[in-house]
Each structure stands twice: as structure tokens, then as C-alpha cells.
């Protein structure tokens, strides 16, 4: 009788948005903290935790939202 709703969320656009939130609010209190951002020293690597960070964040909100997807 009822009739199973799906989700339409793309799975992938709500990875890049949770990736993207991480990225600037770990680079804002990156400059409260040490007072300049982590790309002004390029060839020092600071950068290269946050984006590895930025990146597994969106790989696990892609899985979430997968499932959740799956789910309904």
C-alpha cells in the first residue's frame, strides 16, 4: 500500500560539500592558531595533513551518503 520513498541526494555533491567544510574551517583555525595560513609555506608540506584530512572526510561522507541512499 505505502510506497517506498528514496532519497535523491547525490552522494557524491554532499562528499564534496563536507570536504570542502572541512578544508576551510581546519584552515580558519589553522590561522587563529599559528597566524598565516597552511599554504603560504607551499614547499614546507603544511598543507599536506589538512588535505589528506579534506580527503578522507569525503570518502566517508561519500559512504554515508551512499547507504543512506541505499537505505531510503
Same mark, same amino acid.
Given at each position: 500500500?505505502?510506497? #517506498?520513498?528514496?532519497?535523491? /541526494?547525490?552522494? $557524491?555533491?554532499?562528499?564534496?560539500? *563536507?570536504?570542502?567544510?572541512?578544508?576551510?574551517?581546519? &584552515?580558519?583555525?589553522? #590561522?587563529?592558531?599559528?597566524? /598565516?595560513?597552511? $599554504?603560504?609555506?607551499?614547499?614546507? *608540506?603544511?598543507?599536506?595533513?589538512?588535505?589528506?584530512? &579534506?580527503?578522507?572526510?569525503?570518502?566517508?561522507?561519500?559512504?554515508?551518503? $551512499?547507504?543512506?541512499?541505499?537505505i531510503g
Amino acid at each position: 500500500m505505502t510506497e #517506498r520513498k528514496t532519497s535523491r /541526494r547525490n552522494p $557524491f555533491l554532499s562528499a564534496l560539500i *563536507f570536504a570542502v567544510l572541512y578544508l576551510v574551517v581546519s &584552515s580558519v583555525f589553522y #590561522r587563529m592558531y599559528h597566524g /598565516r595560513l597552511y $599554504f603560504e609555506d607551499f614547499h614546507l *608540506f603544511n598543507w599536506f595533513e589538512f588535505a589528506l584530512g &579534506s580527503i578522507t572526510m569525503g570518502a566517508c561522507a561519500f559512504v554515508v551518503e $551512499f547507504i543512506r541512499n541505499r537505505i531510503g
